[in-house]
């Protein structure tokens, strides 16, 4: 077992490193799909212990690092019992039912939560695919070696107790290289994302992407147009021309919408204050943030919470486990 887990009373202390970092649904790009993602753990020492049916409106990805478990996902009818090891991914697609038990402990799970929005014909084509291959192989699917030890980083990551500020997009590079494997695996993709990709030659295209993948891994954190700037070594100038050409936005107005799109998730997913998650934003006081959303929603960060879970609670696909 890897030495980084061999003492799992250590583990459950490290969850306050990790939340207090602001981890809930970080953001990053992939070819043709914008991915957001939330990692957690689970510790359990001793048996029995099982999870009910249930399931979500968002792709689960999980690797079982050390104990036993037996899975279940029910699709048309059909059980698929399901025995994960560090060598295998189990990935459960959005709306399938699944549920599961340990059978020897102690057990740790990490899982990654992931939510796909296609960006084109492509990233759909891409989504498709990609659940098809995960039912292809009975939900179980090759976990390489280089996900496994950069998903261990995250443990290194807070064991040196870090600022937020920096843990965030540490964790963020991680997601990227774990969720992007599965993606990565596919391959073939989609011709027209192949031709695309062939075609992304030019240096203006690669900047404004480069541009955007930055900007999507670093939503948490205060941006400016000076730190781009000294990231990118051209000038704001520039950079806004070249990001509006392919993205018809502006890099201000980009941020905003996006950071602000986040805010209202984390409202209705998590249970953050409204302070906590202004300020995780980069709004500087929690303030200005309830006035810009006042301005856009026309009610206040709470209102907007207790209308959205009311809401989300009678419409949910979700059947929480018992």
Not at 5 to 13: E, F, G, P
Not at 175 to 200: D, H, K
């Amino acid at each position: 077992m890897n030495p980084i887990y061999s003492d799992l009373s250590t583990v459950r202390q490290k969850n306050s490193t990790l939340e207090a970092a602001g981890l809930e649904w970080l953001g990053f790009r992939l070819p043709s799909l914008r991915v957001e993602t939330y990692f957690y753990y689970k510790v359990v020492e001793s048996c029995p212990f099982s999870v009910g049916v249930h399931g979500h409106d968002h792709w689960e990805m999980t690797r079982l690092v050390s104990g036993a478990a037996r899975y279940e996902a029910r699709r048309d009818a059909k059980t698929v019992e399901m025995d994960p090891d560090s060598e295998r991914f189990l990935v459960i697609p959005p709306k399938v039912s699944h549920r599961w038990e340990m059978r020897e402990g102690p057990l740790l799970l990490n899982s990654w939560q992931i939510r796909f929005y296609p960006e084109d014909d492509a990233g759909s084509e891409l989504l498709g695919q990609l659940r098809s291959h995960v039912e292809a192989e009975g939900f179980l699917v090759k976990a390489y070696a280089f996900q496994a030890e950069t998903e261990d980083t995250l443990w290194k990551i807070t064991d040196e107790r870090f600022y937020p500020s920096v843990v965030g997009p540490m964790v963020s590079g991680v997601a990227r290289i774990v969720v992007g494997g599965l993606i990565g695996a596919l391959r073939p993709w989609p011709q027209e994302l192949c031709e695309r990709e062939s075609s992304w030659a030019s240096s203006s295209e690669t900047l404004a992407n480069k541009l955007k993948d930055f900007i999507e891994a670093n939503l948490h954190n205060p941006i400016t147009l000076v730190d781009l700037e000294s990231h990118f070594h051209y000038s704001s100038r520039h950079l806004n021309r070249i990001f509006h050409q392919y993205f018809h936005s502006s890099i201000g107005q980009y941020l905003r919408d996006r950071r602000f799109e986040l805010a209202t998730r984390w409202l209705v997913t998590t249970n953050r204050s409204v302070k906590d998650i202004a300020l995780s934003l980069g709004y500087g006081n929690i303030s200005h943030f309830c006035r810009y959303f006042r301005k856009r929603k026309q009610v206040s960060p709470t209102e907007y919470r207790e209308k959205s879970q009311h809401k989300e609670q009678s419409n949910t696909f979700v059947d929480l486990p018992h």
